[in-house]
Each structure stands twice: as C-alpha cells, then as structure tokens.
C-alpha cells in the first residue's frame, strides 16, 4: 500500500493536469490504508504470541488483548468514498455530473460501511445478518451505478486503449467489491474460532489490495493514456 | 536498500519521461525489501540471545520466539515481478511487448516464489525437494526469456555503451537468479541447525543485495544512457 502511494505521487509529473487531482487521491487512499494496516498489524501481534510450550512444537496462543477489527472500518469509512471520487474523477465527466455523483456515491458508500460495523463486532447471527442486509442496500446501490455508469463512460474513452482500461476498471470495481459481503458472510454461516478469523482476515486484506493498490494502477494507468491522447491531440490537431 | 531507493529516485529528473516509469518501480523494490529486512532483523533479534553464562564465554542462545523467515517469501512475491517489470521496461518495447511480457514474467515468477515457501518452511528433504523442483519450472522459464529476449533487445541498444549495460544487466539477472535455487538446496541436502540457517540467510541477503541494490544501479545507468543519447538524438537530427 505504501510503495503503491509512492508510485502515484511520483507519477503526477507524468499526467496532464486534469488528471492529477484523481492521481493525487489514488495515493491518499492507499497511504491512509498503509496508516491502518500498521495498526491492524500492531494490533494483531498484541492479541497473539507463538510460543514453544517445553520445547515441543511452536503454538499460536492467545494473549488476552483484543484484536481490534475496529481499524478496518475507520479506514473503509474513509477511503471507500475517495475511491469511489477518485474514479469519478478519471472518467473527466462534465462537471455537475462529477459534482451529483461523487456526493451521491460518496454518501452513499459511507453509509454501508456504518452500517456493516454495528454487525461486524457481533456473535449473534441473526444480529450480524441484520445489518449485513442494511448494508447491502446502498452496496447494491452503489454497485449498480459503477457498473452502469462505467458502462456508459467506456463509450466516450478517447483511445481504444482508454477504453479497454476503462473496462477493466469496471470488472475490477464489481469483482473487488463483491469480495466484501462474501468475505463478511464468513463468520455469519457459523463459522468461529481461530480459523473464521484468520479468513475473515485474509479475506479482507486480498479485497483491499485489489480494490485499492491494483484499482489505482488501473486509475493511473487510465490517466497516463488519456493524457497521453489528449495531449499529442494538442499538439498536432488532426 | 533503502539508500539505493533514494538514490533512484532523486535521479528521476535527470532522465528523459519515457524511463521514469522505470526508475521509479526500480526504486519501489529496494523501498520494499528495505520494509521487510527491517522485519527480518527484528523477527532475528527477537529469535536470539547472546548471552554470558554464569560469567563464561559468550554464546547464543535461543530466546523461544521462532524466527519468520515468511517475510523474505511476501517481499519477493511484490519485488521479483516488479524487479522484471523495470527491466522489461528500460529496454523500451514495443507497447504490446511491453504488456505480453510483463504479464508472462511477472506471473511466472510470482508463482515461482508462491512454490518455494511451503517446501522453505519443512524439515523433511523430500518434501523440500519436491516443492524445489515445482518452484524450478517457472524459474527456468523466467530465466530463460530473459537470457534469450535480452540478447535480443541488446542488440537493438541505441549505443554500444547502452548495449554493454544491457549485457552486464543479462549476466546480472542470470547470476544473482541462479543464486537461489542454490542457498534454498543448503538445508536439503541434509545441513541443519544453526550454522544451515547462518549460510541460508547470508546467501539469500548477499543474492538479494545483487538482484535488487545493484542490479538498479545498471537499470539507472542503462536509463541516463539512453536518455543522453535519445536525448542528444533529438537536439541533433542526424
């Protein structure tokens, strides 16, 4: 996540203006994801040693200190509406749609991170399916839009490069996305214990790079091409 | 590590945009393998003790803690695929070489690291033996693309100093590889405890310091090259 960072800020000399902005919040997205995988990382490693019991073998114990899930959900609370904005912004829509959109799906994808945490930290399964289906209201929401309106974007690329990128971007927003309810359901099925959580959390950790670091080099990778079209445009008209 | 990725990187300005992509990722890599041998060195600090008995000589003792050795394994499954990706392109191909090879190389490689971890953590021989010979398929694969495509691409160097570097580059790559394989065999052939550990970790930090440290410096040397001479080029139309 922070390499990922390092590489989109090193790369706004190499986009047009118009791109920078979007570029800009590709790397505020991973940095504030490499900010809370320290903590998450910190807060693991408190709540579990491994240890040689008389010298058999190593066992992973507990250590009595709670590992804090709670890190996970302020960092999506943050980061999902940027992602969502900075996708908006690469698509170069016209100005009051950037505007309606990001608000919309902005707000909209805040809510359904609020809305899965009061379930996240529950054992009671009916209680954790309640708010999973609350959740899953502004997640369709938002989801069907991206998938419509990338569509739609697709259409309008300068490049056939651009565009395929474009759809790229698309699948990669449904697919990432669809990983979390999955992901989430995990431990609603009944499943507990060490093993639950450890796929809980590696669930959740692969999502995230895809949604966030490999997302962005998608994002990138769209504004190095279109900036790369618009501007040899400038330069010789045709 | 970390000090060849500053050095790569305030070197950015002084080659043309077209190997900036380049020397960025080349500094991303040695930024990463910076982050895990930080790791590295507490997980060994934290497995070892020197300690004095009872006033005697000082001898190491271990504290309990095993040692990780799983961070070397996620740092080259992020650096070895970005490591060909810098070389695929300072050799600046055409666009969709660019793509086909990136994507070959770097999964083949990838998949090469994800093979040697499960035999890495075993102490039974044939079974270290079998994932060896599994993790050897991509790694032949690899290598050999390499040696082959880069005495092509060598020869397409824009100066005969660009094509040395690109030489030196080919060497490099197939020396520091075939490195590897060869630490991995220390504790296969039957070497254990503690002095098999001492060679395993030397080896694979001198192998890494090669690949990744001085191997960049001749992807930055290979990069000022051509950037002096497309450079030159373009100021003097020939």
């Not at 359904?112 to 959740?135: H, K, N, T």
């Not at 739609?152 to 395929?164: D, I, V």
């Not at 790229?168 to 990983?179: D, P």
């Not at 895809?210 to 900036?227: D, Y």
Request: proline share 5%.
């Amino acid at each position: 996540m922070g390499s990922a960072t390092i590489f989109f800020w090193l790369q706004l000399p190499n986009v047009t203006k118009s791109y920078r902005t979007a570029l800009t919040i590709t790397g505020i997205v991973t940095l504030i994801a490499t900010y809370h995988y320290i903590r998450i990382f910190n807060s693991w490693s408190e709540a579990f040693t491994v240890a040689s019991k008389d010298g058999g073998d190593y066992a992973v114990q507990l250590t009595g200190a709670p590992f804090n899930d709670g890190y996970r959900y302020v960092d999506w609370l943050l980061t999902v509406p940027l992602l969502l904005i900075e996708l908006i912004l690469v698509m170069k829509l016209p100005r009051e749609e950037t505007v309606s959109l990001s608000w919309k799906l902005g707000l909209a994808s805040a809510l359904m991170v609020a809305l899965g945490y009061p379930g996240e930290i529950q054992e009671d399964l009916a209680v954790r399916w309640f708010w999973w289906c609350l959740s899953m209201i502004p997640f369709c929401y938002v989801v069907f839009t991206l998938a419509v309106g990338l569509n739609e974007a697709t259409s309008k690329q300068p490049s056939p490069a651009a565009a395929s990128l474009a759809s790229a971007a698309r699948y990669l927003t449904v697919l990432s996305w669809c990983t979390y309810p999955f992901v989430y359901m995990v431990k609603s099925v009944g499943l507990a214990g060490p093993a639950a959580t450890m796929y809980e959390q590696v669930g959740y950790s692969l999502a995230d790079v895809l949604a966030k670091a490999v997302f962005g080099v998608l994002i990138w990778a769209i504004a190095a091409e279109k900036s790369a079209v618009e501007g040899s445009g400038k330069l010789l008209p045709n």
